[in-house]
Structures are given as structure tokens and as C-alpha cells.
């Protein structure tokens, strides 16, 4: 049996094959231009820097995440703890194959104990109005 990457971890290995085969090529450079000295010490910066950047990474996981911001008073409205059940939004009362297929699954839901509301969307279709559908479940 193989070993298979996805596309994702396939991009991401040949990305830092490239990124390893520039560095050594620098190093090597650096080797040929310099000597052995200058070559070991960039390579104990590149390997210092990395470290770095993962220490500094690691220790911002750890930190506890940023207070939240105060909601505005204006959207606190929204901030309340949602209802048990559905709301079903949509085109409820529109001759359309959505409107439609909504008023099936809104008579399915009818015929359990599930709590529910039902939000008409009317936006588009004022020609194709067919009127109300179980207008004392509306939440407006």
C-alpha cells in the first residue's frame, strides 16, 4: 500500500522542498564566496531565526484570548439566547418551486412536536403572490 498526499500537503511539500533547496543553494554561496566560518554562522542565524518564530508562535497560543469588545446597544437586541425550534425563512407565499417545497417541509414540521416559525420572504416576487400560508405561525 502507498502512502498518498492530498493535493493540499503535496503543494505544501514541494513549496518547502523549494524553500530548503534555496537555502542551501545561499548557504553554499556563502560557503564558496566566504568560507566554512561565514557559512556555519548564517546557517546558525536562518536555524535561530525559525526557532524564533516558533517560540514566539507557541507563546501566543498560550496567552488567553483578547477580552471581547462590548456589544453596541443597537444589536444587543440580537444577543439574546435563541428560542428551542425552527424558523423557517423563505418564499412561503410565492407561486415558486422554492415556495413550494418550503410549505411541504413547513406541513411536515406541522405534524410533530417540534416548536416553530415561519418567516415569509416576499422580496422580487410580488407578482407571484398567492397569499398567506399559516399566518398565526408568522414571526415578523
Given at each position: 500500500m502507498g502512502f498518498?498526499?492530498?493535493a493540499d500537503r503535496l503543494a505544501a511539500t514541494r513549496a518547502l522542498s523549494r524553500r530548503i533547496a534555496q537555502r542551501l543553494a545561499h548557504l553554499r554561496a556563502v560557503r564558496e564566496?566566504?568560507?566554512?566560518?561565514?557559512a556555519?554562522?548564517?546557517?546558525?542565524?536562518?536555524?535561530?531565526?525559525?526557532?524564533?518564530?516558533?517560540?514566539?508562535?507557541?507563546?501566543?497560543l498560550r496567552r488567553p484570548p483578547a477580552p471581547r469588545a462590548a456589544m453596541p446597544a443597537d444589536?444587543?437586541?440580537?444577543?439574546?439566547?435563541p428560542e428551542p425550534g425552527v424558523l423557517f425563512i423563505g418564499y412561503v407565499e410565492a407561486s415558486l418551486g422554492l415556495g413550494q417545497s418550503l410549505r411541504g417541509?413547513?406541513?411536515a414540521a406541522a405534524?410533530?412536536?417540534?416548536p416553530f416559525?415561519?418567516?415569509p420572504y416576499d422580496r422580487n416576487v410580488e407578482s407571484r403572490r398567492i397569499g398567506a400560508f399559516e399566518p398565526e405561525r408568522y414571526d415578523r
Open positions: 498518498v498526499l492530498s564566496r566566504e568560507g566554512w566560518p561565514a556555519l554562522l548564517t546557517l546558525s542565524r536562518l536555524a535561530w531565526r525559525s526557532a524564533a518564530f516558533r517560540l514566539r508562535a507557541l507563546a501566543a444589536r444587543q437586541v440580537l444577543a439574546r439566547p417541509l413547513i406541513r405534524g410533530t412536536r417540534i416559525a415561519i418567516h
